[in-house]
């Protein structure tokens, strides 16, 4: 019975360590599409729901919505947020036209980290 426990301990750890290891190019196709459905708050606090990420310009997005694509400057984004997508909580934010992306994730103790990348 004690291997089954150190086995759990192993998984736990190999899976932290791979969620802080993660490196994001959201000029690749492959990674928007791994984001998943998500949201767009404007920085009027509209909101643009089930949307996914298709392409990030200079300084503008191109999203989909019900099969239409769309565009946004990024100046007029407060933030986009991708709930569940296969790196955890992610959110996109646009300092100065550039993005800088959030992760939140899980280790063992279940404590919330929150981790920057830009």
Do not use: C
Request: proline residues 4%; neutral net charge; hydrophobic residues 40%.
């Amino acid at each position: 019975m004690r291997y089954p426990g150190m086995l759990l301990i192993f998984l736990l750890i190999r899976l932290t360590g791979m969620a802080q290891n993660i490196s994001m190019d959201l000029n690749n196709k492959e990674v928007l599409k791994h984001l998943g459905i998500g949201r767009i708050i404007e920085t009027d606090k509209t909101m643009i729901r089930n949307i996914t990420l298709h392409e990030l310009k200079e300084s503008w997005i191109i999203y989909k919505k019900d099969g239409s694509l769309h565009d946004l400057l990024m100046e007029k984004i407060s933030l986009i947020e991708f709930p569940e997508s296969m790196w955890g909580s992610v959110t996109i934010e646009f300092p100065e036209n550039m993005p800088k992306i959030s992760l939140m994730y899980y280790e063992p103790e279940l404590k919330i980290k929150r981790s920057e990348k830009e």
